[in-house]
């Protein structure tokens, strides 16, 4: 074996792939620009916020108790206090599933995103109890259409509100409340609407509780349960129970990731492969360089290509995590297992690859021979649920002894946030590393034969016909 | 001088099919060897277990004083009868690869992928994708890999094959420079009379087995002319009276041409003055037996009892695809 020979087919296969329009464009400008995309879309849809609606609320309240509740809940006071409460509930509620870094991060980005938006400024009326609705809804028609001018923009008329007479109060003891109707001007803003109606049923919540002699406080207090922190009895003491986000988001972006740069890898080696097959290129090449310093150039090669898409990814998914304040989930010992086993995982694949590609003459022919191989790619997919539910449940411990799969396997398994022992760790790559020799070994012996051979399309035992023919 | 390739009783066999048996092969250092034969004679086997691209299944082997081939791949030229290009690759990025993938250094091969490019008259496809040529064309770029890394051995299967008369005789120059520049030449061909216009020294190979290693003057004096072609001066059929001189077998009149046939032992040029002599004549000549012509009397030999006609039959269906190549070659 000749590493000169072996490194000049490595970067012909590198340059050859990575190096191309298709590869770039498919591989780093779409991730980057979907990166890029998202502040852009967050600066976007903070900027693209409409100025916040001003103008009047008439209100026709029948019920005549509802009203004076309505203007406190709509006063800019109320408004931005409610707000503020919203952003504390959702800062809580991350620091609950992502700890509590991300927790403040997020609270400070609400912050400042509230602090962006104005508050709406609303003069809410009381017409008499026996105004005309529909005369005020021909005013808001005649607004619309420029025939009542608007001098003053609180002037506008944004909505009227007919409140029953019974909304609150109900006018014999078995029947039921009234309610409300509610009239808007069209092209508001959401959460203009959405303040109205809430002003509304809340004022006449409010209001029944009173009449029904129900201490509002006393029912919070009931419905308030303080959220604690629940903690996992380990053998060593007491730990946070595991997030959501840790136990599922990692592994299942670390399987992606080692699925994409494997595939990738082998896809390529795959298409080259055959590509210099069918251009007769090959005997060409055999001339310079020997079939297995060919087939280590060439899975080197693609071992580059798909290491770059791992490390891009990774480096891009570290970022990510950095950025939330997540990094506790990732550790560079685990990065670090990540590569071997993706190193492991690239080269069962590419023994495959390497074999079908140099047996059959065409793509169209690879299918029939690729179908195990997905399949196999598949199956992690299907042990996702269990292996990360019980990382060292008895089904995720024997699978991840068995080869092709293990890597797969393991990858979940180390990255969740119940990680094997040592031993398992150590035991896996054993087993897998001689796995990547037997496949290797096996493949080189076919793509020996299988390199010259021209014509019929092979199958399962002409493959096995050849691994003891070489 | 040392031998450039060697073979001993080499054979190989794929399954139950013997594609080569028994070929006792020595090829000496700066020689220009041709190896014909029929398509599937074995050939392309041969040539590829030279290659160390097929390994015997029994019988030695030394190319270049080595045990094999991979050892001296660096000194081997190689032209493959399955051939292809990178496709997608530039002509002049394709060459430089192969010129690398030989050894050669990166100073230097530029130029030199250059001037051979220019040498063969494609200096201005350099920057072209290899798909963009013509088949002719990238037959000529396989050349160029084939001699870039100026090899001592080099080795070209079928290189004719697909080329129009005028690049075929290109590439005949070029054979010929490289032979007359030291180096080893093997080519292999099935259009025998290719071989002829080139080789000094030829390799019959029939049904996998060597059947011919000689000079090209040795097989002419050994299968020496039983024919002489004869003109007469007055025209019409004058075989009876021909066939009537001393020495001669028989004689048949073929589109105004005497065929005379001699008999075994007759001196040609002795039946040559009988027959001047017999008759007023206009021209005639001794017909110089063709290596078809050796090659069918070899496999329709005492041992084979093949049919002559079968045989030639064979020969003309693997010319057929390069019928219209022939003309530029003779």
Known sequence: ?470 | MSDAVQMNSVRKTFGRKVAVEGIDLSIPEGSLYGFIGPNGAGKTTTIRMIMSILFPDSGALSVLGKKSAVESKDRIGYLPEERGVYKKMKVAAFLTHMGRLKGLDARGLKPKVMDWLERVELADVAKKKCEELSKGMQQKVQFIASVLHEPDLLILDEPFSGLDPVNMRLLRDLINEQHSNGRTVIFSTHVMHQAESICDHIVMIHQGRKVLDDTLGDIRARFDPRRIHMETAESGDHSESIARVDGVDHALLKDGVHEIALRDGVDPHEAMTRLIGATRVNSIEIKRPTLEDVFVRIVTGDENHADPALVRAQILAGEQGDEGAEGGAS
């Open chain 1, 1 to 470: 074996m000749n590493l000169w020979k072996i490194s000049r087919v490595a970067g012909r296969e590198f340059t050859s792939t990575a190096i191309t329009k298709g590869f770039i464009i498919g591989a780093l400008v779409i991730p980057a620009v979907m990166a890029a995309l998202i502040p852009l879309i967050a600066i976007l849809a903070a900027s693209a916020q409409p100025p916040a609606d001003k103008g009047t609320i008439y209100v026709l309240d029948r019920s005549g108790e509802v009203y004076d509740e309505m203007v406190g809940y709509l006063s800019p006071d109320e408004i931005r206090a409610r707000r503020a409460e919203t952003a504390r509930r959702v800062a809580e509620f991350s620091t609950g599933i992502m700890g509590k870094a991300a927790g403040e991060r997020i609270t400070g980005s609400v912050d400042q995103a509230a602090a962006m938006v104005t508050i709406p400024e609303f003069r809410v009326v009381e017409t008499a109890p026996d105004a005309d609705v529909e005369e005020i809804k021909g005013d808001i028609r005649k607004q619309i259409t420029g025939e009542l001018a608007i001098q003053d923009p609180m002037d506008k008329v944004l909505a009227v509100v007919e409140v029953d007479a019974d909304a609150a109060t109900k006018a014999n003891a078995d029947e039921g409340y009234g309610s409300y109707q509610a009239f808007f001007r069209p092209k508001l803003n959401e959460e203009t609407v959405g303040e109205i109606e809430d002003a509304v049923r809340w004022s006449i919540r409010e209001r029944r509780y009173d009449n029904a002699g129900i201490d509002r406080g006393q029912i919070n207090e009931i419905f308030s349960v303080a959220k604690r922190d629940s903690k996992e009895i380990t053998e060593e003491g007491e730990r946070d129970e595991s997030s959501g986000i840790a136990t599922f988001l990692i592994p299942v972006v670390s399987l992606v990731l080692l699925i994409i740069a494997t595939m990738t890898g082998g896809q390529y080696l795959l298409t080259t492969t055959i590509e210099e097959k069918s251009n007769r290129v090959v005997e060409v090449l055999l001339s310079a360089c020997s079939p297995m310093e060919l087939m280590t150039g060439k899975i080197v090669g693609q071992l580059m290509v798909g290491s770059s898409l791992l490390l891009i990814y990774s480096s891009l998914g570290v970022t990510a995590l950095i950025a939330f304040a997540l990094a506790d989930f990732v550790s560079v010992g685990m990065l670090a297992l990540i590569f071997v086993y993706f190193l492991l995982a690239y080269f069962m694949l590419a023994s495959f690859m390497a074999a079908i590609g140099s047996a059959v003459n065409d793509m169209r022919e690879a299918q029939s021979l690729m179908t195990p191989v997905m399949l196999m790619m598949m199956i992690p997919y299907f042990f996702f649920m269990p292996v990360v539910r019980s990382p060292n449940s008895t089904l995720s411990t024997v699978s991840s002894f068995i080869p092709p799969i293990s890597p797969f396997i393991m990858i979940m398994r180390v990255s969740s946030t119940d990680p094997p022992p040592a031993w398992q760790i150590a035991a896996t790559i054993g087993v897998n590393l001689v796995a990547v020799v037997v496949f290797l070994w096996l493949a080189a012996k076919i793509f020996r034969v299988g390199l010259l051979m021209f014509g019929k399309p092979p199958n399962f035992k002409t493959l096995i016909k050849w691994i003891r023919m070489a």
